[in-house]
């Protein structure tokens, strides 16, 4: 008894092992906070901060007992919900004398925060930074106070943005990514909303924004019972005051202020200029409050003549910056950030893209710094029109986008608001869609607005200013025909596999990436068009394994135009680099082409068509067998029904043939589809990361992907003639597994047929001449097969051809309907699947 004890508790701790084995905790590099300040836009002597980065336990909530003590940054894999846990303590003197914030700065994905366990936030945050009131009422001063973040980040297909079907997009890591703390702000304070800048083309500078005076001072009734006045000031980057305006509240809590700046000096991409907006509170002559906060003066409109920039003519010349969530930087997720930042700049850029993520401010304002234009945008990803039109989807944007606004809309270099890609062109219900979200943004901000289609889009959507059109890999000819003043490339993809080769006509190399962004480069100058957006400044890590950018163990998307070293030396860098600052050209080499069709493939099919050739010109019996089964089949499964003579020998042969012949056949199909971006967007819309790891694996890999087609199509033989054998059960006639067997094997013959032609397939559909009529053949090929299949049933089974037919019918329909079915109320799949399709005008 006690040995059975102590194997029972053997097992119950190696389970408890492995299942807290697979929960991953990475703390990441932490964060300079010496230089904190310097990265926000809002700073103040007067408000302290208190960093809450180091001493937190993180459990789940089924292993409380079981702690791991981490520091923030810190983020997690393989757990729906983690729980982030301080103690940290605050005298009486700062609770009473002092008003507490909590800033987050940004986890993923939704959070609830407790403060000695009373819930004080819950929602969903998506990255964007927000702030939570720590009421004076909940706090603690004679013991420590107790804070738990519960961080979830699972994502789903309808309540999520983004959805969790998702294409290139970085890996969905849970956890708080950037900074913690406590804000200490005193009673009587200032609060800063709706600010703006404007310029006009006389270069007066215009800055508007609503100042409210708060006093949660219990001595005081109103803030009218101080002498209190306010001072603006607008200091130059020399230390010199342009402007100053002072304000006597009277008894007024709220202020709106409009100020006009002459001969001010413009923001923009070669001379980034800032000035400081100081606002002070003074009582009685002693400054209560102070709030400092870096602002710059640009325009950015599109007029009739085109997009604009300070009122000239302008023209994007952008790259899409996603950053990579590999783990295993040495430097902290801001410093890399700003590190890459800084060699875009150098490239000669003047914009960003933050696509398929939501960045923190203080990257912004380090594009602030540099001179880079921002587009921001929300990561809706590739909108079912189903859900474009639901009210709670609808409801459910509009309260993301209106915590976006509230963060983002007023950060100077913040030019354009995005409402994600991959919207379907020329959709009513989309447009109706982007209509009301832009008229939301230009309503709260006066922000140029943008979305990204998956092609060209026609339709006028009013409130939209600009609209981006996505390329991966197309002929930039072809696809640039017809573009509009408020058409821009929103992320032009260019695969880079292959490395450095010995020249451009080798796709997918180095070189070839490089010569097509500078034919991107030149053909934008010549269209009348709002410039483009070269996709992405890195390679990246994601959930799913691409297909199109190759197989990779680590999920990385080989589409970067740098290196993970960062190496300045690269052709692409060099091409992009001259182009863009109009430097000496850099010479391309042209090289030659490679031809990657897999040699297994011919060698293969030719053994198997001399292995067939040998059994049928050897063996008569067997060519006679063959001939009546291919030519006459009932006449042959009559023969299998009376129990006449047939080499179980033959059979077993045959079907190892048959099998090998699948699996080329299958080889085939894989290998073309590796480049087709349709294939794997309708493999994503079933949410399963292994379908596309499964697919890409088999498609780079043709002797992997011969061997287990081989396994499984020997695996479908005898699954198919179980089934039958199971479904005997049902008629009086009893036939033996074995005749159902030979049915079966002796049914796929035609597919020996295809020998000759399987050696040749991949070239064949390499010239994309007659595709839709080999598909079309190869489907009424497999429906005649599963037709000889059924014949052989009713033909052994001695039953109506109709019943089996009509059984089968109705088995097919009730299978194919369940799995449909089950993927469409787990992950809506047919509504991204009629999405998908209507993205390449195949719906």
């Known amino acids: 008894m006690s040995k059975l004890r102590i194997l029972v508790k053997f097992l119950f701790f190696y389970n408890f ?17 010496s230089k904190n300040n310097a990265n926000q836009f809002n700073f103040s002597e007067i408000r302290q901060i208190i960093p809450l980065e180091s001493g937190w ?3 789940t909530e089924d292993s409380e007992d079981n702690t791991t003590s981490v520091n923030l940054p810190c983020v997690f894999k393989n757990a729906e919900r983690i729980i982030f846990e301080k103690e940290f303590s605050l005298s009486e003197n700062v609770v009473k004398s002092k008003e507490l914030f909590l800033i987050v700065e940004g986890l993923n994905y939704s959070a609830e925060v407790l403060l000695n366990d009373i819930v004080i ?19 603690k001063t004679k013991e420590p106070n107790n804070l738990k973040i519960i961080v979830s980040y699972e994502l789903d297909d309808e309540t999520t943005i983004p959805p969790v079907q998702r294409f290139l997009f970085p890996e969905n890591i849970g956890g708080i990514a950037q900074s913690v703390s406590i804000e200490v702000l005193p009673l009587k304070r200032i609060y800063v909303q709706n600010l703006k800048t404007t310029l006009n083309e006389k270069n007066v500078g215009n800055l508007s924004f609503n100042i409210s005076l708060i006093n949660n001072s219990q001595q005081l009734d109103s803030i009218s019972a101080q002498n209190l006045r306010l001072t603006i000031s607008l200091i130059n980057s020399n230390g010199a005051v342009v402007l100053t305006k002072e304000i006597k509240p009277e008894g007024k809590n709220h202020f709106n202020n409009n100020l006009s700046i002459s001969n001010i000096t413009q923001w923009n991409p070669k001379a980034p200029y800032e000035y400081i907006l100081k ?5 009685d002559g002693n400054v209560v409050d102070e709030i400092n906060r870096k602002v710059i003066f640009y325009s950015i409109e599109f007029t009739d003549s085109g997009l604009k920039f300070n009122h000239d003519q302008f023209s994007i010349k952008g790259i899409v910056y996603i950053p990579d969530n590999r783990l295993d930087t040495y430097k902290s997720y801001r410093e890399q950030i700003f590190s890459d930042l800084e060699f875009i700049k150098g490239m000669g850029f003047n914009s960003v893209r933050f696509a398929k993520h939501i960045p923190a401010k203080s990257v912004i304002h380090k594009c602030q710094e540099l001179g880079l234009l921002v587009f921001a945008e929300l990561p809706v990803y590739s909108l079912p029109e189903q859900f474009a039109i639901k009210e709670d989807y609808i409801y459910r944007v509009n309260s993301l986008l209106n915590k976006f606004l509230s963060e983002y809309s007023s950060l100077g270099p913040v030019a354009a608001i995005g409402l994600g890609i991959s919207y379907i062109p020329d959709s009513p219900i989309h447009a109706e869609f982007l209509s009301g979200m832009s008229k939301k943004i230009k309503n709260y901000s006066g922000k140029l607005t943008y979305a990204s289609f998956s092609a060209k889009n026609s339709l006028d959507i009013k409130y939209l200013d600009l609209y981006g059109i996505e390329l991966f890999k197309e002929n930039l000819e072809n696809e640039l025909n017809g573009v509009d003043k408020n058409d821009f490339l929103s992320e032009v993809t260019y695969p880079n596999f292959r490395g450095t080769r010995s020249g451009y006509l080798d796709q997918n190399s180095t070189e070839a990436q490089a ?6 480069i030149n053909i934008s100058q010549n269209k009348s068009m709002s410039g483009f957006f070269i996709n992405s400044f890195s ?12 197989f990779n163990e680590e999920n990385q998307y080989q589409i970067g135009i740098i290196d993970d070293n960062k190496n300045p030396s690269s052709i692409t860098y060099k091409v992009i680099n001259s182009k863009l600052t109009n430097k000496e050209r850099v010479t391309i080499p042209i090289g030659s082409a490679t031809d990657d069709s897999p040699i297994f493939i011919i060698f293969t099919g030719l053994f ?3 292995v067939m050739g040998v059994l049928i010109n050897s063996k008569k019996k067997f060519r006679e067998d063959a001939t009546r089964a291919l030519l006459r089949p009932y006449n042959f499964y009559s023969d299998i029904r009376d129990q006449r003579i047939l080499s179980g020998f033959h059979t077993i042969v045959l079907m190892f043939v048959l099998a090998a012949s699948h699996a080329l056949l299958l080889t ?4 073309y589809f590796k480049s087709s971006v349709l294939t794997e967007k309708l493999l994503i819309t079933f949410a399963q990361p292994f379908f596309t790891k499964a697919f890409s694996y088999l498609a780079w890999d043709p002797v992997s992907s011969f061997i287990y087609g081989f396994i499984f199509t020997l695996a479908v033989f005898l699954i198919i003639a179980l089934v039958i054998k199971m479904a005997s059960f049902f008629v009086k006639t009893k036939v033996h597994y074995s005749n159902i067997y030979f049915v079966v094997v002796w049914a796929f013959l035609p597919l020996a047929l295809l020998l000759p032609v399987k050696i040749v397939l991949y070239r064949v559909l390499e010239a994309h001449i007659i595709n839709l009529y080999i598909f079309i053949f190869l489907i009424l090929y497999f429906i005649w097969i599963l037709q000889r299949i059924l014949k052989g049933v009713y033909v052994i089974f001695d039953t109506s051809k109709t019943a089996v037919y009509f059984y089968s019918l109705l088995f097919f329909t009730v299978l194919a309907g369940s799995v449909i079915l089950w993927f469409q109320l787990k992950h809506s799949t047919v509504y991204y699947i009629i999405t998908t399709l209507k993205q390449f005008q195949l719906f």
């Open 17 to 33: 092992l492995l299942i807290n084995a697979q929960i991953k905790l990475i703390e990441l590099p932490p964060f300079d906070n």
């Open 539 to 550: 390679n990246y890590s994601g959930e799913y394994t691409s297909i199109v950018t190759k």
């Open 279 to 283: 606002i002070e509170l003074l009582s």
């Open 608 to 610: 198997l068509a001399i």
């Open 668 to 671: 085939n199909l894989f290998f």
């Open 57 to 59: 336990k993180a459990y």
């Open 515 to 520: 010569k097509y962004f500078e034919d991107l």
């Open 121 to 139: 936030f819950k929602n969903d945050v998506a990255s964007i930074p927000f702030e939570v009131h720590l009421v004076r009422e909940l706090l």
